[in-house]
């Protein structure tokens, strides 16, 4: 896992990492176009991780902190690169970069449906609240 570097998005990744996404991440969200991502740089350019292998994106977590909590969205990992340390090596950073802005605990955003991603959920560390649902209300129509 040396050759495996992580870095914060800068605005030239843009479009890279949506097309990333496209080919890497389960499902889609209302905020996966290019304003919605600059936004999130905008507002905390450390948030969006990358993981880069031989110069090519192998994987992206977002990790944002809101002074409360701290919220981890898109680990998305390419089939590429899975199984070998990327989602370790995102979530490590992730958690440092909490750690160090005073968050006290993670949570992530994930799909039900995503069996493999449970399986790296789990293995970091991170256990279901069955307790809790999402609820959502779209701001534009």
């Known amino acids: 896992m040396n050759d495996l570097r992580i870095r914060t998005a800068a605005p ?11 080919e890497a ?9 290019r304003a919605g991502v600059a ?28 002074g409360w909590r701290c919220h981890l969205y898109r680990l998305a990992v390419h ?6 340390g990327v ?13 160090a802005l005073g968050g006290r605990r993670g949570d992530a955003m994930v799909l039900n449906e995503n069996e493999p991603a449970h399986h ?11 307790q809790w649902s999402r609820w959502v209300k ?3 129509r």
């Open 39 to 66: 936004r999130l740089l905008d507002r905390d350019p450390e948030s969006l991780l990358l993981a880069e292998r031989d110069g090519a994106l192998a994987g992206t977590v977002i990790a944002g902190f809101d």
């Open 25 to 33: 991440a389960e499902g889609t969200s209302i905020s996966d176009d």
């Open 87 to 99: 989602a370790t090596a995102l979530l490590t950073a992730a958690e440092e970069r909490f750690a």
């Open 120 to 130: 790296a959920w789990s293995a970091a560390g991170y256990e279901p609240q069955p």
């Open 12 to 22: 030239a990744d843009l479009d890279t990492v949506l097309a990333f996404w496209k």
């Open 79 to 84: 089939p590429g690169h899975r199984r070998r």
């Open 138 to 140: 779209p701001l534009r």
